[in-house]
């Protein structure tokens, strides 16, 4: 699913009017028509019910307008609370102002604290509110009169639609413009937003449909690159296809290197997934005198316990036995449970470096390249890094404030900068490669927020570079199966799954997944 920015929307707008005769009062009805269905799929005919509709400046405003005529069509009672001063509206929202007032539909200016004071008393009393203060175009935090409206609509207990995107919502980054409009639905125009998928953003638009207003398909691509969405039909396309003639052989050998005193589990986990994400071997490359707690505890992973590692990490000391490890490996996992011993720092950094198989690095993987940025890039092969918003911020010297403030972006300028796929998680994981394309998830729960999550996203995405998926491929749909697995899960959990739950869901997903194409397929 393609996301467009605001400068992309603002781009589309102006082509579909200027290149392709397309007016910008059929655009503006075509929306406000497409939002009132879509009221109407939700909650029912309009007639005889009450509708707030919050005017603000611009199109989202005339959108707005034409939302009012075309409730009031239907049978509804629509109000307009109009925040701006009425010769302010211009262009086709002030041709859908004037529309509104030669129809009995009350137009009450919100120009003044006396007048805000009145429209705010009468909210309550409508059945529905439709917001159409700001659509992509803000840029900076509400104030005044349009921040108090904003915060009588979230108190006032009325369902409210929000058109194109809430009110207050950066649209690029879902952060929150001083205030923000807690929408129950989000009809989005043309494309979708970024700020849809993004947190806090994803939780303020509530429900969201994506509504065509008629922007044509070739002025779209005019103006890509597109972030994307993950979704079902395109993760699915993805999938390694499995022969009938397939043996353990064939379907590729995942080294796993991890593990040490106390973090015995996270090895443990990437290893599960990486057989859970259908890798046909999967080799433990362990602290010899670990070794026994690998043997007992998964009895389908082969372990190998380097010599030279008898104190409870791994160690540099082991790299002949972890170089001949490598052979006839196609994949590799660094990190999960490592830990940061000193010798355990030097034998990450040499084999991030000399290891010609494709990698992913996580965990103390990623704690022990800090300090490193000129090594990134000189991989022999592909690299995946997947740190959370913490290890982020060691890799780049920075908060976790500043990380969350633009995670696109930051992601985005990592991946380039340093020649790798970087998996940045969190709610709303964002995937970006070296060729600058960005990928933002829309799989998962609140109920990840849990021990464990990490180390079986990283065995799956190791798992599937091991059966000879890309690095960009294994990574998204590595991204969106794990959160798929998990979601699956919440259905009946809200919380409290374990990691190993969600890499023992992964077989029925991943089945799902391909199930899904093959329905669009024989639909084609």
């Not at 040499?350 to 490193?372: H, I, K």
């Not at 908060?399 to 991946?415: E, G, N, P």
């Not at 998996?423 to 021990?451: F, Q």
Request: proline residues 5%; hydrophobic residues 50%; negative net charge.
């Amino acid at each position: 699913m393609r996301l467009a920015t605001a400068q992309q929307m603002r781009n589309l707008d102006a082509a579909a009017c200027n290149d392709f005769g397309i007016a910008g009062s059929v655009l503006m009805e075509n929306a406000g028509r497409a939002t009132v269905e879509a009221i109407v799929r939700r909650w029912g005919e309009p007639t005889g019910r009450g509708f707030g509709i919050l005017i603000g400046p611009g199109n989202n405003g005339g959108d707005g307008l034409v939302i009012a005529r075309l409730l009031h069509e239907r049978g509804g009672h629509p109000t307009v609370y109009l925040l701006v001063a009425p010769d302010k509206v211009k262009g086709d929202a002030a041709i859908n102002l004037a529309r509104v007032r030669q129809l009995p539909i009350p137009v009450l200016p919100v120009v003044d604290e006396e007048a805000l004071v009145s429209a705010i008393a009468g909210l309550a009393a409508h059945f529905l509110l439709v917001d159409a203060l700001f659509g992509t175009g803000l840029q900076r935090p509400v104030a005044g009169l349009f921040l108090a409206m904003i915060e009588a609509v979230n108190h006032c207990g009325r369902p409210v639609v929000a058109v194109d995107l809430p009110s207050g919502l950066n649209s690029d980054t879902g952060l929150v413009l001083g205030e923000c409009v807690r929408a129950d639905l989000t009809v989005t125009l043309g494309l979708a937003k970024p700020g849809l998928f993004l947190s806090p953003g994803r939780e303020l638009a509530g429900a969201f449909e994506i509504v065509d207003i008629g922007i044509p398909a070739a002025a779209q691509d005019r103006f890509g690159p597109y972030l994307e969405a993950l979704e079902a039909g395109t993760m699915g396309r993805l999938l390694p296809r499995r022969a009938a003639t397939a043996h353990k052989g064939s379907c590729g050998h995942l080294l796993v290197v991890a593990g040490a005193t106390g973090k015995t589990g996270a090895a443990l986990l990437a290893a599960r997934a990486g057989l859970r994400g259908g890798a046909g071997l999967v080799s433990m490359a362990v602290p010899t005198d670990l070794n026994l707690i690998f043997e007992i505890a998964l009895a389908e992973a082969m372990t190998l316990p380097m010599p030279g590692s008898d104190a409870g990490c791994l160690s540099v000391v082991s790299l002949a036995a972890m170089r001949a490890a490598l052979a006839g490996k196609q994949a590799v996992v660094l990190g999960p449970g490592l830990g940061i011993a000193r010798e355990t720092m030097e034998l990450v950094v040499t084999l991030y470096r000399e290891t010609a198989l494709p990698m992913v690095v996580d965990a103390d993987g990623l704690n022990c390249l800090v300090g490193q940025a000129d090594l990134l890039g000189q991989a022999g092969a592909p690299r995946i890094l997947t740190p959370h918003p913490g290890e982020m911020a060691r890799l780049l010297g920075m908060s976790v404030t500043q990380v969350q403030a633009d995670r696109l972006a930051i992601a985005r300028d990592f991946a380039r900068a340093h020649g790798v796929v970087l998996i940045l998680k969190g709610a709303a994981t964002v995937v970006a490669a070296p060729d600058g394309r960005v990928a933002v998830n829309a799989s998962g729960n609140a109920g990840m927020a849990a021990a464990g999550m990490g180390d079986v996203l990283t065995g799956l995405v190791g798992a599937l570079l091991a059966q000879g998926c890309g690095a960009w491929e294994s990574a998204c749909l590595g991204v969106f199966a794990h959160g798929l697995a998990a979601d699956r899960l919440a259905v009946h959990m809200r919380y409290g799954y374990l990691a190993s739950e969600v890499a023992d869901e992964l077989p029925t997903v991943l089945t799902e997944l391909a199930e899904h194409v093959s329905s669009d397929l024989s639909l084609s």
